[in-house]
């Protein structure tokens, strides 16, 4: 009787204490969804895109309500004065850690390395990066998007393409005939996938029998230039394939890596409407771990990779590029950085549309910080600022198919915004200079941005002798 007396006054006074706790919390999630940037100066990446100098916007539950509208009552205030606003950014190019199962699979075993969702979203949160496309997507994708979704972790949107590839050694699906090819494309799309990615060994057939069917099936293809094309690259311009996953795949297939070359598959892609993505920084770092492992091993975002895949990249036996180094591949490597130059100057000259994609996940390729790289790139390459920023952010969502969402400030769009201290149009590495994201219209800060990087640097400092890549079996 006592007892329960006493469990009876614990039970109400913590009810009491809860309500008087959710109250508030409910006022602060009210509040927090209701923004008011102010003197901001906006550059909107629309297709004019014209400068809004010392702008108001207000965002409220999630979306850009008002450019220099009427301010609601009890929103709250950031300053924006000096401050650049452009765009979430988009990386079209990227592989995510997820949860893996490296030992030999037995029913009802699971994964054996965790990968924290939130960990590995982070570094694209922190570099202003909204959406990601997954080129090598999973079932586990799935689950890190709907983790985003529910608000459990602070994340990009994601694109999810699944892999189809020919031969026998490569992951993913497979198809080395036109039905299968069609086959794993129908089951992709009953699997909930918006996009397919073909990769290297498919041959002529299956390849032109996945694009059809996935146009028959709405679902866009992103892909490399199948190695059976070769002597016959004007045949993989099929219509419906949509765009080249990376630069290298023209480099490969250029024997003297000319100028001429260069322009001649601008043409090619211009005429099938076949978008490129960049993918340029991914052929440097493949180029500096085949001289040495040194500039890898300095870099400082390196602590911000997960200790198992650190210890991959890291060690001379099992970095996947020095390994197998020699002077010859050195040497074609660097023709392929400089010819990937060529390439954009040329596929931007003739306009066919190119997207910002980094290829993350590759040893050396840091996610989130790598976009920054292939920005700086594009413009060394001699695209203009302002085609570099649409690269990232206009034309992937229009590729995508969720411009109507996102992808431009304008009124009606989903607040994915980056704050800038700095303005990118003048020099694209102030894309760096971020002092805030939101990201489906949640805050996050300078400092909290601080926070979540450092708690995941502390994480893998902490981890990093309990993780080795050739114990991956093992765990
Ligand atoms: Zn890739």
């Not at 924290?116 to 080129?135: C, E, K, R, W």
């Not at 009953?190 to 990615?197: D, R, S, V």
């Not at 023709?335 to 003739?350: G, P, R, V, Y």
């Not at 805050?443 to 994480?459: D, F, G, N």
């Amino acid at each position: 009787m006592k007892k329960s007396l006493i469990i009876l006054l614990v039970v109400s006074l913590f009810s009491c204490k809860e309500s008087k706790a959710n109250s508030s919390q409910k006022e602060e999630i009210k509040e927090q969804s209701l923004f008011v940037i102010k003197n901001v100066n906006i550059i909107p990446m629309t297709i004019d895109n014209t400068i809004i100098e010392n702008a108001t916007v207000v965002i409220d539950n999630k979306k850009i309500i008002a450019i220099n509208g009427s301010v609601p009552a009890g929103a709250k205030t950031i300053n924006g004065k000096g401050k650049w606003l452009i765009p979430g950014l988009t990386d079209m190019h990227v592989h995510t850690d997820t949860n893996t199962n490296f030992r030999d699979s037995k029913p009802t075993r699971g994964a054996n390395v965790f990968f924290d969702t939130q960990g590995v979203m982070s570094l694209y949160i922190a570099n202003g990066i909204t959406t990601i496309f997954d080129l090598g997507a999973r079932v586990e994708h799935f689950g890190q998007r709907n983790e985003i979704a529910s608000g459990k972790v602070i994340g990009p949107r994601m694109a999810l393409a699944p892999q189809i590839d020919g031969g026998n050694q490569s992951w993913g699906r497979r198809a080395n005939t036109p039905n299968d090819g069609r086959q794993a494309v129908r089951s992709a799309k009953a699997e909930g996938y918006n996009f397919i990615k073909a990769y290297n060994f498919l041959n002529v057939e299956t390849f032109k029998a996945i694009v059809d069917e996935a146009n028959k099936q709405g679902l866009k293809v992103v892909g490399h230039i199948p190695e059976p094309f070769r002597g016959k690259l004007e045949e993989v311009f099929v219509p419906h394939f949509d765009m080249v996953a990376h630069s290298e795949e023209y480099a490969k297939f250029s024997k003297n890596k000319t100028t001429e070359d260069a322009q001649y598959f601008a043409k090619l892609a211009k005429k099938n409407k076949t978008w490129l993505t960049s993918s340029l920084t991914t052929m440097i770092w493949i180029g500096s771990q085949l001289r040495s492992l040194d500039e890898i091993s300095n870099s400082e975002y390196n602590k911000y990779i997960h200790p198992i895949i650190l210890d991959r990249w890291l060690n001379p036996t099992t970095n996947s590029y020095y390994n197998r180094t020699s002077p010859e591949f050195i040497a074609h490597i660097d023709t392929f950085i400089d010819f990937h130059k060529k390439l954009i100057k040329a596929f931007n000259d003739a306009g066919v549309p190119i997207v910002a994609g980094t290829d993350s996940g590759v040893s050396g390729v840091i996610p989130g910080f790598s976009l920054h790289d292939e920005l700086e790139l594009m413009v060394d390459a001699s695209m203009t600022t302002e085609e570099t920023l649409a690269a990232a952010t206009r034309l992937p969502a229009e590729w995508l198919g969720i411009d109507k969402e996102v992808g431009t400030v304008e009124v009606g769009k989903y607040a994915d915004l980056v704050l800038l201290d700095k303005n990118p149009l003048e020099d694209i590495k102030n894309t760096r200079t971020i002092h805030g994201v939101f990201v489906n219209g949640t805050w996050v800060t300078k400092e909290k941005i601080k926070i979540m990087l450092s708690e995941l640097a502390q994480y893998n400092e902490e981890n990093k002798d309990k993780f080795k890549w050739e114990n991956r079996w093992k765990y």
